[in-house]
């Protein structure tokens, strides 16, 4: 088939990669030339496991262009995939998604095309898309002798860091639509991975456990309700066992245990149960906070929803109050951060923990020490004002700093060898913002070990 995706981030980018590696004819659009030229040089913009392998293994059905001239016209799909990033209130700004769909409307030609919405967006907007395409399609109407389209919501759950494997082995697929023919197209499109019939890519062989993919067709409302549930029940769970962790560290409890025998109630499940500093990345808080305004429109307050964000501001401050707790005074002291990505595996900095704790340090007068295997020029880049040293290596971090705070659970973080560092620090302070290191063995090798709850 061919399909057309208009932005080429994290979830535009993969959703097309992936539909040519399925056979698909797949044209991805973006109006950033930096990142089209980029592409059309074989090369990723951001940082994602198997994409550049998945890319270059799928180039002849796969091109890249910043003309929606090249894109749209005769695609059988044509998905958005644009940010819909904060505004100050907590609702999402359309601007970008209305700046796309005025652009799809005065291009589309084919005989009929689904635009299918992958952005996150507030309940309604899907209706809302359509009268934008309507308007700017009439207005070009006269140029073109066809021209029938659907607007439909697909919303994206993929996780960055492991977003192929996600989108070619996902849990299930929600497909809103109105009209029987765009589902019927959208069913053809994802029929290779509704059916699990593809040759998975040598680097991500299919799950053993792998079975038919469920496809929910919806109306619109609840496609574009799922994906705000969905987000906001995992930001719940995180911050509910980042809850119960503080209470774990008063009362003597040791939170991993209580995780581990909590999540394996099927009714619960462990996944999202990791106590730490908390959630970060583009969607949790963008989507829970669009969440509580849009029910605040209807007079709908969300109490769960507005506890769970609080929650996880207060874990950043955690971090600075464990600091306090065991250095006294934070003015003037070395402090390394290992991590800055808002997950490993990923470049993403959006909301990263990092940001908030190094704001904070320096705001206390320390100096920090930062270091990222892959999101550090990044930070530097979009943190031109912060006070902070980049270390090109992880000793860095460590000598003569008076704290090291693990921020990201990095692989390669998990696997240091510890033992070569603690002579290097001032005072061996660890605190683990992700209780992913063992603490008998970084006692045993003289570290004081701190958690976000003991
Ligand atoms: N990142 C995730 O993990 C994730 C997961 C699920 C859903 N989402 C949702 O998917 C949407 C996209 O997120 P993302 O992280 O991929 O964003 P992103 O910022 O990485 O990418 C968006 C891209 O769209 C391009 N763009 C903006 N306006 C355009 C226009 N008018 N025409 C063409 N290109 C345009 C931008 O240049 C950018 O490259 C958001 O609504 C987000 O909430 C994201």
Same mark, same amino acid.
């Given at each position: 088939m061919r399909v057309c995706v208009v932005g080429t981030g994290y979830v535009g980018l993969t959703t097309g990669v992936c539909l040519a590696f399925l056979g698909h004819d797949v044209v991805c659009l973006d109006l950033d030339q930096a990142k089209i030229d980029l592409l059309n040089s074989g090369r990723s913009p951001i940082y994602e496991p198997h994409l550049d392998e998945i890319m270059a293994e799928s180039a002849d059905r796969l091109s890249f262009t910043t003309d929606y001239a090249d894109a749209?016209?005769?695609?059988e799909v044509v998905f958005i995939a644009v940010q819909t990033p904060s505004l100050a209130d907590g609702n999402p700004d359309l601007q970008f998604l209305r700046s796309a769909a005025e652009s799809v409307g005065r291009h589309i030609g084919g005989d009929f095309t689904v635009v299918v919405n992958k952005s996150t967006v507030p309940i309604g907007s899907s209706n809302w898309v359509d009268s934008i395409l309507r308007e700017s399609f009439e207005a070009a109407?006269?140029?073109?002798?066809n021209g029938e389209f659907s607007v439909a919501s697909n919303p994206e759950f993929l996780r960055e860091g492991a977003a192929i494997h996600d989108t070619l082995y996902p849990d299930r697929i929600v497909v809103g639509s109105d009209n029987p023919r765009s589902l019927e197209v959208l069913n053809r499109l994802y029929r290779a991975i509704l059916n699990q019939t593809f040759t998975p890519p040598t680097v991500l062989p299919r799950?053993?456990?792998?079975g038919a993919v469920p496809m929910v067709s919806t109306d619109l409302a609840s496609a574009e309700l799922i994906k705000y549930a969905a987000n906001a029940f995992l930001a719940i769970k995180i911050s509910y066992i980042n809850e119960i962790g503080l209470l774990a560290g008063k009362v003597g409890a040791d939170i991993l245990q209580v995780a581990r025998g909590t999540g394996l109630d099927a009714r619960i499940?462990?996944? $999202?149960l990791q106590p730490g500093v908390g959630w970060g990345g583009s969607c949790f808080g963008k989507d829970t906070a669009a969440l509580i305004t849009t029910a605040a429109e209807y007079n709908h307050d969300m109490p769960i929803v507005k506890a769970a964000r609080e929650v996880n501001q207060l874990q950043r401050r955690m971090v600075i109050d464990r600091l306090l707790d065991e250095l006294?005074?934070?003015?003037g002291r070395k402090i390394g951060l290992l991590g800055?990505? $808002?997950?490993?595996?990923?470049d993403d900095l959006r909301d990263a923990p990092s940001i908030d704790i190094a704001q904070m340090l320096v705001a206390r007068g320390a100096r920090i020490k930062l270091h990222d295997p892959v999101a550090g020029d990044r930070f530097r880049r979009e943190h031109p004002d912060l006070e902070a040293f980049y270390c090109a290596s992880i000793d860095e971090v460590f000598d003569d700093s008076d704290a090291v705070v693990l921020v990201t659970e990095w692989s390669q973080y998990l696997e240091l060898d510890w033992g070569k560092f603690v002579?290097?620090?001032?005072?061996?302070v660890v605190l683990d913002g992700r209780h992913c290191l063992d603490p008998a063995r970084l006692t045993r090798l003289g570290y004081k070990y701190l958690s976000m709850s003991r």
């Open positions: 749209v016209p005769g695609a109407q006269a140029r073109r002798a799950p053993g456990e792998m499940g462990s996944r $999202f006294r005074i934070i003015k800055l990505a $808002f997950k490993p595996n990923t002579g290097l620090m001032r005072t061996p």
